[in-house]
T-cell receptor, first 110, second 115 residues
């Protein structure tokens, strides 16, 4: 069965420090992975999709099929990056279903 | 664009009563809507997938007679929690996706408290 694992519940860093939010997945098919972000008192929104291979708000994420990982990285954290980050795996083909990891709360200290 | 609303944002109901939650796509047609449940400090758990004009598909372990889903139009899906019990208290979130699009747009969620 498909699974998404985010081992860290909380990641606290200082402003300007590098950030890496870990995500590992288990899926028998061809994986399609996403990072979603939820800022305080806001709804969940898409941050990154691995297929796009783009950088959003300075964040990047590379799919490593050998390690079954999709870690989210940013070289210099900003206070406004503080939020809940969820890694998600799309499965079910045309049904477009998502399975989410448990989330990591990123706290960027001034 | 791509805004999804939910109503109500929070609701308190008595045990044994039913409560309906609406999910609307405001500026696009959503052929598929999804209903999630989120317990405190836990992840989103998919409850069911709702396609316009057809019966919802429920995930394993979700009681379809308790969580009634209706997707009557391309912009509206409803979740009715029937005969609610305190253990149904949770945060319910819907999302919607447009035809042939991968991205799901999420609503703000509805906090249900059953007393």
């Amino acid at each position: 069965a498909q699974r998404v694992t985010q081992p860290e519940k909380l990641l606290s860093v200082f402003k300007g420090a590098p950030v890496e939010l870990k995500c590992n997945y288990s899926y028998s098919g061809s994986p399609e992975l996403f990072w979603y972000v939820q800022y305080s008192r806001q709804r969940l929104q898409l941050l990154l999709r691995h297929i796009s291979r783009e950088s959003i708000k300075g964040f990047t994420a590379d799919l490593n099929k050998g390690e079954t990982s999709f870690h989210l990285k940013k070289p210099f954290a900003q206070e406004e990056d503080s939020a809940m980050y969820y890694c998600a795996l799309r499965y079910g083909g045309a049904t477009n279903k998502l399975i989410f990891g448990t989330g990591t709360l990123l706290a960027v200290q001034p | 664009g791509a805004v999804v609303s939910q109503h109500p944002s929070w609701v308190i109901c008595k045990s044994g009563t039913s409560v309906k939650i609406e999910c609307r796509s405001l500026d696009f047609q959503a052929t598929t809507m999804f209903w999630y449940r989120q317990f405190p400090k836990q992840s989103l758990m998919l409850m069911a997938t709702s396609n316009e004009g057809s019966k919802a598909t429920y995930e394993q372990g979700v009681e379809k007679d308790k969580f009634l889903i209706n997707h009557a139009s391309l912009t509206l899906s409803t979740l009715t929690v029937t005969s609610a019990h305190p253990e149904d208290s949770s945060f319910y979130i819907c999302s919607a996706s447009a035809p042939l699009k991968y991205e799901q747009y999420f609503g703000p969620g509805t906090r249900l408290t059953v007393t």
